[in-house]
Every structure is written in C-alpha cells, then in structure tokens.
Nanobody, 124 residues
Framework: QVLLVETGGGLVQAGGSLRLSCAAAGRIFGSDIMGWFRQAPGKEREFVAAINWHGANTYYAGSVRSRFTISRDNAKNMLYLQMNSLKPEDTAVYYC?????????????????WGQGTQVTVSS
C-alpha cells in the first residue's frame, strides 16, 4: 500500500512558476513508476509527466515538455514537479500517482495509487 499526498498548488500569474510536491508513505520499489496527472474542469484526467523511481528516466506530455521538470528524492520518498512558464491552460487539479512494478505508461488505468490532488490556477 502506498499513500500519496500532494502539496504546493496555488494561484499564479501566467509566466510564473510553482513547485508541486508529493510525499509517498509506504514501500516504493525500484520498478515503480511515479507520475503526475492533471484534470481541468470538464475535461478528462491527462498525463503530465512520469519518472522511474530508481532509474531516473523521465517522460513528459508534449504540452509541458521544456516547461515542467519531474524529479524525485528517494531518501525522502518525495516526488516533485517544477512548473515554469505557466499558462492559463495549465489550470487544473494535479494528481500524484504510482504504478507498481510496470513499465512506463501514460494511461490512467496503469496507475495503482493516487493522491487527493492539489489545485493549480494560472491567471492571465
């Protein structure tokens, strides 16, 4: 069992930055994939970024590549998402997720554990 808790959301102007954090309680294995997803009002939840817990391979959605950076601190069981050059279309609830023992996938169904989400609002 893995418990995930996101923090760091808030209101920011377009062009600004935010850093999201996700605290993971429970056993994280080297084969696990940790990811960030987001869901805007009236839209489906979508993949943002993911990282292999021990291998440090990273994956990004095209819409955030070069603006967002995913990272993790294994010693602290923490996952991060640094978001720069934010746009109003980045406004969404951001979720941390963990996929147990699978290779990378951007599909929601591949993730076993989810946090409660943190709201990010980007004003124009």
């Amino acid at each position: 069992q893995v418990l995930l808790v996101e923090t760091g959301g808030g209101l920011v102007q377009a062009g600004g930055s935010l850093r999201l954090s996700c605290a993971a309680a429970g056993r994280i294995f080297g084969s696990d994939i940790m990811g960030w997803f987001r869901q805007a009002p009236g839209k489906e939840r979508e993949f943002v970024a993911a990282i292999n817990w021990h291998g440090a391979n990273t994956y990004y959605a095209g819409s955030v590549r070069s603006r967002f950076t995913i990272s993790r601190d294994n010693a602290k069981n923490m996952l991060y998402l640094q978001m720069n050059s934010l746009k109003p279309e980045d406004t969404a609830v951001y979720y941390c997720a963990a996929a147990r023992g699978r290779g990378f996938s951007p599909n929601i169904d591949s993730y076993d554990y989810w946090g409660q989400g943190t709201q990010v609002t980007v004003s124009s």
